[in-house]
């Protein structure tokens, strides 16, 4: 009967990097949207800042980079504790929209500052906030916010599922900032790799992404 249909995938929201774009985002999880195919799927969005002109020298014009929030005008700078951050509220009113409009959606990926952003929106839907429906984060090279104004959002430890994917060779978000942000979270999950500042999915990080994803699996009585 019905109850022995298959179940649909898992759907993520995906947030991209400092300086990326959902487009780029998705080029770059490949190997990753191909290691999860038929258990999870990736919708990426972009943030809602575009960098100033001349922040970037890539080729891309047609696909401006963006950022989820900066630490100085038009800047950013994941290490430094900024007075006065601003684009946040933009940021996290961008992905309560996505959630709604595109949803529903079963959980949060998130890469360097998405990632930062998916912990933030982890905080937020760990004490009720009804705008954020997920069950669980993923997130890639994350850490925490330096700013003294982002820092209520770690006073408490965050109930809700996290695997934290940490690059030992990180040299842009460096391993030790991403296990610190673990420390936030209620039992994370670490998921240690070899690498530098990318999304692995080899088989080693494959097997562990479908073991945490697995919790999650609808129609399988969660």
């Known amino acids: 009967g019905a109850a022995m249909a298959e179940a649909r995938p898992l759907r993520l929201l995906a947030l991209h990097g400092y300086r990326q774009s959902a487009r780029r985002l998705?080029?770059?999880?490949?190997?990753?949207?191909?290691?999860?195919?038929?258990?999870?799927?990736?919708?990426?969005?972009?943030?809602?800042?575009?960098?100033?002109?001349?922040?970037?020298?890539?080729?891309?014009?047609?696909?401006p980079p963006r950022g989820w929030w900066f630490s100085g005008p038009g800047s950013f700078e994941a290490g430094g504790a900024a007075a006065g951050p601003a684009g946040l509220e933009e940021s996290l009113s961008t992905v309560a929209a996505a959630l709604a409009e595109h949803g529903p959606f079963d959980g949060l990926l998130g890469f360097s500052?998405?990632?930062?952003?998916?912990?933030?929106?982890?905080?937020?839907?760990?004490?009720?906030?009804?705008?954020?429906?997920?069950?669980?984060?993923?997130?890639?090279a994350g850490f925490a916010s330096r700013a003294p104004a982002h820092g209520h959002f770690y006073r408490e430890p965050i109930a809700l599922p996290t695997l934290h994917v940490v690059g030992d060779t990180d040299a842009v978000i460096a391993a030790p900032l991403s296990r610190e942000l673990a420390r936030c979270f209620v039992e994370p999950v670490i998921l240690p790799h070899p690498g530098g500042h990318f999304i692995p999915a080899a088989a080693a990080q494959k097997k562990a992404y479908l073991e945490f994803l697995e919790r999650f699996c609808p129609g399988q009585g969660q």
Not at 40 to 60: N, Q, W
Not at 118 to 137: I, S, Y
Request: proline share 8%; glycine share 10%.
């Open 26 to 63: 998705h080029q770059r999880t490949g190997a990753l949207r191909k290691a999860l195919r038929g258990r999870a799927e990736l919708v990426a969005i972009d943030a809602p800042h575009p960098l100033p002109t001349g922040a970037e020298d890539d080729s891309d014009g047609d696909d």
């Open 113 to 140: 500052q998405g990632a930062a952003l998916a912990a933030m929106v982890c905080a937020l839907r760990a004490r009720g906030d009804p705008r954020f429906p997920v069950a669980f984060a993923v997130l890639v």
